[in-house]
Protein backbone atom coordinates (compact mmCIF):
# COMPACT_ATOMS: atom_id res chain seq x y z
CA UNK A 1 0.00 0.00 0.00
CA UNK A 2 3.15 2.35 0.78
CA UNK A 3 4.65 1.44 -2.29
CA UNK A 4 1.35 2.65 -4.45
CA UNK A 5 1.14 5.90 -2.37
CA UNK A 6 5.07 6.37 -3.41
CA UNK A 7 4.31 5.77 -6.70
CA UNK A 8 1.00 7.33 -7.29
CA UNK A 9 2.68 10.62 -5.72
CA UNK A 10 5.44 10.16 -7.70
CA UNK A 11 3.39 10.04 -11.37
CA UNK A 12 1.35 12.70 -10.27
CA UNK A 13 4.32 14.95 -9.71
CA UNK A 14 5.99 14.03 -13.29
CA UNK A 15 2.65 14.21 -14.83
CA UNK A 16 2.65 18.09 -13.40
CA UNK A 17 5.90 18.98 -14.07
CA UNK A 18 4.77 18.05 -18.33
CA UNK A 19 2.09 19.42 -18.43
CA UNK A 20 3.27 22.57 -15.67
CA UNK A 21 2.38 25.67 -17.05
CA UNK A 22 5.24 27.65 -19.05
CA UNK A 23 6.59 30.75 -17.42
CA UNK A 24 7.66 34.29 -18.90
CA UNK A 25 11.21 33.12 -18.59
CA UNK A 26 9.97 30.46 -20.86
CA UNK A 27 8.92 32.20 -23.40
CA UNK A 28 11.66 34.46 -23.49
CA UNK A 29 13.93 31.54 -24.21
CA UNK A 30 11.81 30.35 -26.42
CA UNK A 31 11.36 33.71 -28.49
CA UNK A 32 15.12 34.43 -28.46
CA UNK A 33 15.97 31.30 -30.29
CA UNK A 34 13.08 31.76 -32.02
CA UNK A 35 14.26 34.93 -33.36
CA UNK A 36 18.18 34.46 -33.19
CA UNK A 37 17.20 31.57 -36.01
CA UNK A 38 14.82 34.05 -38.14
CA UNK A 39 18.01 36.45 -38.08
CA UNK A 40 20.25 33.89 -40.03
CA UNK A 41 17.39 32.97 -41.94
CA UNK A 42 17.41 37.24 -42.66
CA UNK A 43 21.27 37.18 -43.31
CA UNK A 44 20.70 34.12 -45.75
CA UNK A 45 17.85 36.55 -47.59
CA UNK A 46 15.35 33.84 -46.98
CA UNK A 47 12.39 34.06 -44.09
CA UNK A 48 9.56 32.91 -44.67
CA UNK A 49 6.51 34.98 -43.31
CA UNK A 50 4.96 32.59 -41.74
CA UNK A 51 8.31 32.61 -39.43
CA UNK A 52 7.28 35.93 -38.92
CA UNK A 53 3.57 35.68 -38.52
CA UNK A 54 4.44 32.51 -35.61
CA UNK A 55 7.17 35.18 -33.86
CA UNK A 56 4.15 37.82 -33.74
CA UNK A 57 1.58 35.26 -32.36
CA UNK A 58 3.59 34.02 -29.58
CA UNK A 59 4.25 38.21 -28.59
CA UNK A 60 0.62 38.43 -28.80
CA UNK A 61 -0.04 35.52 -26.34
CA UNK A 62 2.76 36.64 -24.00
CA UNK A 63 1.04 40.07 -23.96
CA UNK A 64 -2.00 38.82 -23.01
CA UNK A 65 -0.42 36.13 -20.18
CA UNK A 66 -0.91 33.06 -22.20
CA UNK A 67 2.94 31.49 -22.11
CA UNK A 68 2.15 28.41 -23.26
CA UNK A 69 0.64 29.19 -26.61
CA UNK A 70 3.40 32.43 -26.46
CA UNK A 71 6.51 29.23 -25.89
CA UNK A 72 4.36 26.75 -28.30
CA UNK A 73 4.18 29.68 -31.02
CA UNK A 74 7.99 30.62 -30.46
CA UNK A 75 8.91 26.60 -30.93
CA UNK A 76 7.12 26.83 -34.66
CA UNK A 77 8.82 30.36 -35.71
CA UNK A 78 12.30 29.03 -34.40
CA UNK A 79 11.05 25.72 -36.81
CA UNK A 80 10.26 27.01 -39.38
CA UNK A 81 12.80 29.37 -39.52
CA UNK A 82 15.69 26.35 -39.30
CA UNK A 83 13.55 24.96 -42.34
CA UNK A 84 14.24 28.03 -44.06
CA UNK A 85 17.96 27.72 -43.11
CA UNK A 86 18.14 24.50 -44.38
CA UNK A 87 16.45 25.31 -47.95
CA UNK A 88 18.47 27.84 -48.77
CA UNK A 89 21.38 26.01 -47.83
CA UNK A 90 20.65 22.66 -49.53
CA UNK A 91 19.13 24.99 -52.92
CA UNK A 92 23.00 26.19 -53.49
CA UNK A 93 23.34 23.29 -55.60
CA UNK A 94 19.96 21.92 -55.88
CA UNK A 95 18.56 24.72 -58.20
CA UNK A 96 20.56 23.17 -60.84
CA UNK A 97 18.33 20.21 -61.14
CA UNK A 98 15.95 22.65 -62.58
CA UNK A 99 17.90 24.40 -64.98
CA UNK A 100 17.17 24.27 -68.81
CA UNK A 101 20.24 22.88 -70.91
CA UNK B 1 4.19 -17.20 -66.37
CA UNK B 2 0.61 -16.21 -67.50
CA UNK B 3 1.25 -13.06 -64.86
CA UNK B 4 4.80 -12.65 -65.52
CA UNK B 5 4.14 -12.22 -69.53
CA UNK B 6 1.19 -9.35 -68.38
CA UNK B 7 3.11 -7.48 -66.24
CA UNK B 8 5.91 -7.06 -68.96
CA UNK B 9 4.19 -5.09 -71.07
CA UNK B 10 2.82 -3.06 -68.54
CA UNK B 11 5.92 -2.22 -66.72
CA UNK B 12 7.07 -1.36 -70.08
CA UNK B 13 4.18 0.91 -71.08
CA UNK B 14 4.51 2.63 -67.50
CA UNK B 15 8.04 3.38 -68.67
CA UNK B 16 7.59 4.89 -71.75
CA UNK B 17 4.78 6.99 -70.40
CA UNK B 18 7.12 8.14 -67.27
CA UNK B 19 9.57 8.55 -69.98
CA UNK B 20 7.36 10.87 -72.09
CA UNK B 21 5.88 12.92 -69.45
CA UNK B 22 9.40 13.28 -67.80
CA UNK B 23 11.22 13.65 -70.95
CA UNK B 24 9.91 17.51 -70.96
CA UNK B 25 11.77 18.32 -67.62
CA UNK B 26 15.13 19.19 -68.09
CA UNK B 27 17.87 16.84 -67.95
CA UNK B 28 19.56 17.03 -64.64
CA UNK B 29 23.31 17.27 -65.63
CA UNK B 30 25.09 19.81 -63.75
CA UNK B 31 27.17 22.74 -66.29
CA UNK B 32 29.73 24.49 -64.56
CA UNK B 33 30.49 27.02 -67.07
CA UNK B 34 28.48 29.74 -67.36
CA UNK B 35 27.71 30.53 -70.98
CA UNK B 36 24.71 33.04 -71.64
CA UNK B 37 24.73 32.29 -75.31
CA UNK B 38 24.27 28.84 -74.89
CA UNK B 39 21.51 29.39 -72.42
CA UNK B 40 19.37 31.83 -74.16
CA UNK B 41 19.39 29.09 -77.37
CA UNK B 42 18.12 26.19 -74.39
CA UNK B 43 15.51 28.81 -73.19
CA UNK B 44 13.92 29.03 -76.80
CA UNK B 45 14.34 25.86 -77.28
CA UNK B 46 12.67 24.13 -74.38
CA UNK B 47 9.76 26.89 -74.80
CA UNK B 48 9.30 26.09 -78.66
CA UNK B 49 9.11 22.41 -78.12
CA UNK B 50 6.93 22.45 -75.12
CA UNK B 51 4.44 25.10 -77.00
CA UNK B 52 5.46 23.66 -81.02
CA UNK B 53 2.26 25.61 -82.27
CA UNK B 54 3.29 29.04 -80.75
CA UNK B 55 5.16 31.63 -82.92
CA UNK B 56 8.28 33.00 -81.06
CA UNK B 57 6.99 36.22 -80.84
CA UNK B 58 3.40 35.69 -79.46
CA UNK B 59 5.43 33.97 -76.18
CA UNK B 60 5.05 37.74 -74.91
CA UNK B 61 1.41 37.75 -74.37
CA UNK B 62 1.82 35.81 -71.45
CA UNK B 63 -1.27 33.35 -70.31
CA UNK B 64 -3.12 34.61 -73.56
CA UNK B 65 -0.43 33.17 -75.64
CA UNK B 66 -1.57 29.48 -73.73
CA UNK B 67 -5.40 29.52 -73.65
CA UNK B 68 -7.34 29.93 -76.85
CA UNK B 69 -10.48 31.19 -74.55
CA UNK B 70 -8.40 34.03 -73.01
CA UNK B 71 -6.49 34.68 -76.10
CA UNK B 72 -10.26 36.07 -77.52
CA UNK B 73 -10.99 38.00 -73.77
CA UNK B 74 -7.40 39.24 -74.36
CA UNK B 75 -8.07 40.42 -77.98
CA UNK B 76 -11.62 42.32 -77.36
CA UNK B 77 -10.12 43.56 -74.17
CA UNK B 78 -7.41 45.43 -76.25
CA UNK B 79 -10.09 47.57 -77.72
CA UNK B 80 -10.18 49.47 -74.80
CA UNK B 81 -7.35 48.79 -73.18
CA UNK B 82 -7.23 48.72 -68.93
CA UNK B 83 -3.81 50.36 -69.00
CA UNK B 84 -4.52 53.40 -71.13
CA UNK B 85 -5.07 55.61 -68.29
CA UNK B 86 -1.95 54.56 -66.73
CA UNK B 87 -0.16 55.36 -70.15
CA UNK B 88 -1.87 58.67 -70.44
CA UNK B 89 -0.53 59.74 -67.13
CA UNK B 90 3.25 58.73 -68.27
CA UNK B 91 3.28 60.43 -71.08
CA UNK B 92 1.80 63.41 -69.47
CA UNK B 93 4.62 62.49 -66.38
CA UNK B 94 7.75 62.33 -68.82
CA UNK B 95 7.20 65.31 -70.91
CA UNK B 96 6.47 67.46 -67.81
CA UNK B 97 9.41 68.95 -66.81
CA UNK B 98 11.36 68.79 -63.30
CA UNK B 99 11.47 72.04 -61.21
CA UNK B 100 15.43 72.81 -62.68
CA UNK B 101 13.68 72.96 -65.96
CA UNK B 102 15.14 69.78 -67.32
CA UNK B 103 13.37 66.50 -67.69
CA UNK B 104 13.18 62.52 -67.76
CA UNK B 105 14.63 62.95 -71.45
CA UNK B 106 17.89 64.33 -70.33
CA UNK B 107 18.58 61.57 -68.72
CA UNK B 108 18.56 59.08 -71.28
CA UNK B 109 19.74 58.01 -74.48
CA UNK B 110 17.66 58.95 -77.98
CA UNK B 111 15.31 61.12 -74.98
CA UNK B 112 14.16 58.22 -73.49
CA UNK B 113 12.13 57.34 -76.87
CA UNK B 114 12.44 53.71 -77.82
CA UNK B 115 14.89 52.15 -75.53
CA UNK B 116 13.07 49.89 -73.42
CA UNK B 117 14.60 46.51 -75.45
CA UNK B 118 17.79 48.06 -73.76
CA UNK B 119 17.13 47.73 -70.40
CA UNK B 120 18.17 46.91 -68.01
CA UNK B 121 22.12 47.37 -68.89
CA UNK B 122 25.36 46.00 -66.88
CA UNK B 123 26.61 49.25 -65.63
CA UNK B 124 30.50 48.75 -65.84
CA UNK B 125 31.48 51.85 -63.97
CA UNK B 126 29.05 51.24 -60.88
CA UNK B 127 29.69 47.10 -61.51
CA UNK B 128 25.50 46.33 -60.79
CA UNK B 129 22.84 46.06 -63.13
CA UNK B 130 21.01 48.93 -64.06
CA UNK B 131 17.02 47.96 -64.16
CA UNK B 132 15.09 51.23 -66.45
CA UNK B 133 12.54 51.52 -63.09
CA UNK B 134 16.25 52.41 -61.28
CA UNK B 135 17.38 54.56 -64.11
CA UNK B 136 14.55 56.61 -63.65
CA UNK B 137 14.49 57.10 -60.17
CA UNK B 138 18.23 57.96 -60.42
CA UNK B 139 17.24 60.97 -62.96
CA UNK B 140 14.56 62.03 -60.76
CA UNK B 141 17.03 62.45 -57.55
CA UNK B 142 20.25 63.65 -59.78
CA UNK B 143 17.69 66.45 -60.24
CA UNK B 144 16.52 67.29 -57.51
CA UNK B 145 13.05 65.22 -57.33
CA UNK B 146 11.99 62.82 -54.41
CA UNK B 147 12.17 58.70 -55.75
CA UNK B 148 8.96 57.22 -56.83
CA UNK B 149 7.61 54.06 -55.12
CA UNK B 150 8.95 50.93 -57.18
CA UNK B 151 5.89 49.31 -57.72
CA UNK B 152 2.75 50.78 -59.15
CA UNK B 153 1.47 54.17 -60.06
CA UNK B 154 3.88 56.82 -61.22
CA UNK B 155 6.71 54.25 -61.80
CA UNK B 156 4.28 51.97 -63.91
CA UNK B 157 2.67 54.56 -65.81
CA UNK B 158 6.33 56.29 -66.86
CA UNK B 159 7.34 52.78 -67.56
CA UNK B 160 4.22 52.14 -69.21
CA UNK B 161 4.69 54.99 -71.52
CA UNK B 162 8.47 53.93 -72.09
CA UNK B 163 7.21 50.77 -73.10
CA UNK B 164 4.63 51.78 -75.57
CA UNK B 165 7.39 53.92 -77.52
CA UNK B 166 9.01 50.09 -77.83
CA UNK B 167 6.64 48.12 -78.90
CA UNK B 168 7.64 45.65 -81.33
CA UNK B 169 11.60 46.57 -80.94
CA UNK B 170 13.49 43.09 -79.79
CA UNK B 171 14.97 42.91 -76.09
CA UNK B 172 18.75 43.55 -76.75
CA UNK B 173 20.08 43.21 -73.65
CA UNK B 174 23.32 43.35 -73.95
CA UNK B 175 26.31 41.14 -71.31
CA UNK B 176 29.98 43.05 -71.47
CA UNK B 177 33.17 41.16 -72.04
CA UNK B 178 33.21 42.23 -67.76
CA UNK B 179 33.20 38.89 -64.79
CA UNK B 180 31.07 40.97 -63.00
CA UNK B 181 28.58 41.18 -65.24
CA UNK B 182 28.78 37.68 -66.13
CA UNK B 183 28.65 37.15 -62.50
CA UNK B 184 25.56 39.48 -62.05
CA UNK B 185 23.93 37.15 -65.40
CA UNK B 186 24.43 34.02 -63.31
CA UNK B 187 23.48 35.12 -60.05
CA UNK B 188 20.32 35.70 -61.64
CA UNK B 189 20.24 32.55 -63.28
CA UNK B 190 20.55 30.79 -59.93
CA UNK B 191 17.99 33.31 -58.03
CA UNK B 192 15.19 32.23 -61.03
CA UNK B 193 15.76 28.51 -60.43
CA UNK B 194 16.04 28.49 -56.47
CA UNK B 195 13.26 26.98 -54.31
CA UNK B 196 11.95 29.60 -51.66
CA UNK B 197 9.36 30.48 -49.37
CA UNK B 198 7.54 27.88 -47.22
CA UNK B 199 5.93 26.81 -50.11
CA UNK B 200 9.59 25.91 -52.02
CA UNK B 201 8.70 27.07 -55.07
CA UNK B 202 10.81 28.80 -57.50
CA UNK B 203 10.22 31.15 -60.39
CA UNK B 204 10.77 28.58 -62.43
CA UNK B 205 8.11 26.16 -61.13
CA UNK B 206 5.59 27.96 -62.21
CA UNK B 207 7.13 29.35 -65.09
CA UNK B 208 8.74 26.15 -66.76
CA UNK B 209 7.71 23.36 -65.07
CA UNK B 210 4.06 24.71 -65.71
CA UNK B 211 3.50 27.41 -68.11
CA UNK B 212 0.00 26.59 -69.80
CA UNK B 213 -1.30 25.07 -66.16
CA UNK B 214 -3.42 26.49 -64.06
CA UNK B 215 -2.64 27.42 -60.65
CA UNK B 216 -5.51 27.97 -58.74
CA UNK B 217 -7.87 30.08 -61.46
CA UNK B 218 -4.85 31.68 -63.19
CA UNK B 219 -3.13 30.64 -66.42
CA UNK B 220 0.82 30.54 -65.65
CA UNK B 221 2.80 32.80 -68.29
CA UNK B 222 5.74 30.92 -69.88
CA UNK B 223 9.27 32.55 -68.41
CA UNK B 224 10.48 33.04 -72.22
CA UNK B 225 8.73 36.52 -73.05
CA UNK B 226 7.77 37.11 -69.03
CA UNK B 227 8.90 40.53 -69.17
CA UNK B 228 8.27 42.00 -72.46
CA UNK B 229 5.21 42.83 -71.29
CA UNK B 230 5.90 44.41 -68.17
CA UNK B 231 4.83 47.07 -66.70
CA UNK B 232 1.08 45.14 -66.68
CA UNK B 233 -2.61 46.36 -65.99
CA UNK B 234 -3.44 43.31 -63.37
CA UNK B 235 -6.65 42.68 -62.47
CA UNK B 236 -6.06 40.71 -59.15
CA UNK B 237 -4.55 44.08 -58.47
CA UNK B 238 -6.87 46.34 -59.49
CA UNK B 239 -4.47 48.64 -61.04
CA UNK B 240 -0.96 48.59 -62.33
CA UNK B 241 2.29 46.64 -61.57
CA UNK B 242 5.92 47.06 -62.32
CA UNK B 243 8.47 44.26 -62.46
CA UNK B 244 9.15 45.11 -59.17
CA UNK B 245 5.73 44.68 -58.19
CA UNK B 246 5.44 41.22 -60.30
CA UNK B 247 8.88 39.88 -58.14
CA UNK B 248 7.92 40.88 -54.66
CA UNK B 249 4.39 39.31 -54.74
CA UNK B 250 5.79 36.35 -56.64
CA UNK B 251 7.87 35.86 -53.23
CA UNK B 252 5.07 36.50 -50.67
CA UNK B 253 2.76 34.20 -52.81
CA UNK B 254 4.83 31.70 -51.84
CA UNK B 255 5.16 32.53 -48.44
CA UNK B 256 8.41 34.08 -48.75
CA UNK B 257 9.33 37.56 -47.57
CA UNK B 258 10.36 39.72 -50.31
CA UNK B 259 13.42 41.77 -50.79
CA UNK B 260 13.39 45.75 -51.50
CA UNK B 261 12.35 46.45 -54.59
CA UNK B 262 15.51 46.83 -56.92
CA UNK B 263 17.90 44.70 -54.37
CA UNK B 264 20.20 43.17 -55.87
CA UNK B 265 18.86 39.56 -56.51
CA UNK B 266 15.80 41.24 -58.03
CA UNK B 267 18.08 43.53 -60.66
CA UNK B 268 19.96 40.24 -61.59
CA UNK B 269 17.14 38.16 -62.08
CA UNK B 270 15.40 40.87 -64.21
CA UNK B 271 19.02 40.61 -66.34
CA UNK B 272 18.65 37.23 -66.89
CA UNK B 273 15.09 36.96 -67.62
CA UNK B 274 15.37 39.80 -70.33
CA UNK B 275 19.02 38.24 -71.49
CA UNK B 276 17.25 35.31 -72.18
CA UNK B 277 14.19 36.62 -74.25
CA UNK B 278 16.51 38.53 -76.80
CA UNK B 279 15.03 38.73 -79.75
CA UNK B 280 11.26 38.50 -78.48
CA UNK B 281 9.31 41.91 -79.27
CA UNK B 282 8.62 44.10 -76.55
CA UNK B 283 4.80 44.36 -76.01
CA UNK B 284 4.46 46.80 -72.56
CA UNK B 285 2.31 47.50 -71.40
CA UNK B 286 0.34 44.90 -71.07
CA UNK B 287 -2.74 43.41 -69.22
CA UNK B 288 -3.44 40.47 -67.82
CA UNK B 289 -6.00 38.42 -65.73
Redesign the interface.
Known amino acids: MRNILVASVLLIASATSVFAASSEADFKAAYAAAEAANREAGSLRNQWTVTAAALNAAKKAAETGDFDKAVAASNEAEALAKASIFQVKSEKTLWKDLEIR | MKLRSAIYPLASAALTAALLVFGTV??????DTVDPV??AK??KK?FTDKFPKLKLEDFVNGPYSMNEDLYRQWEEKEQFPPYEFSLEMGKEMFAKPFQNGKSYADCFPNKGIGIRQNYPYFDEKEGKVVTLELALNRCREANGEPPFSYVKDEMAALTAYMAFTSRGKPFDIKIPNDPRALEAYQSG??YF??????L?F?C??CH??SPGERIRAEVLAPALGILNAMPIYRSEWSGMGTTSRRFTTCN?QI???P?SPQDD?YRNVEYYLSYVSNGLPISGPGARP
Open positions: PPTVAAADAFFKEYTRRGQNSATVQSRGVLE
